[in-house]
């Protein structure tokens, strides 16, 4: 089960809506060395090193949603909060 778990309607075309995906999934690998790759339409991620180490979680991109899953290893469940936050508010400016 998903520490964080969220769906998010959205009015985009679905390729519109998966290349806003990618552009999130590029921003995290950057920011938080995370490693994320396409399966269909859902992109898997993971952080093997760095500061958000043992993350991993998907985006999935859907017609007419997306829902972004993250399980956090133990040490930073708590920042859960503050991390759904972050979420919801680059959410909020891809849709």
């Known amino acids: ?44 991620f993971d952080a093997p090193s760095g500061v958000a180490k043992g993350t991993k979680g998907e985006v999935h991109v859907a017609e007419t949603s997306v829902r972004v899953a993250i399980d956090l290893p133990f040490l930073l469940r708590a920042f859960k909060g503050t991390i759904e936050e972050k979420v919801n508010e680059k959410l909020a400016k891809m849709v």
Do not use: C, N, P, Y
């Open 1 to 44: 089960m998903a520490t964080i778990d969220i769906t998010r309607s959205h009015g985009l075309v679905k390729e519109a809506a998966r290349s806003q995906a990618e552009d999130l999934a590029r921003s995290l690998e950057a920011k938080f060395s995370l490693t994320w790759k396409w399966v269909g339409d859902t992109i898997h």
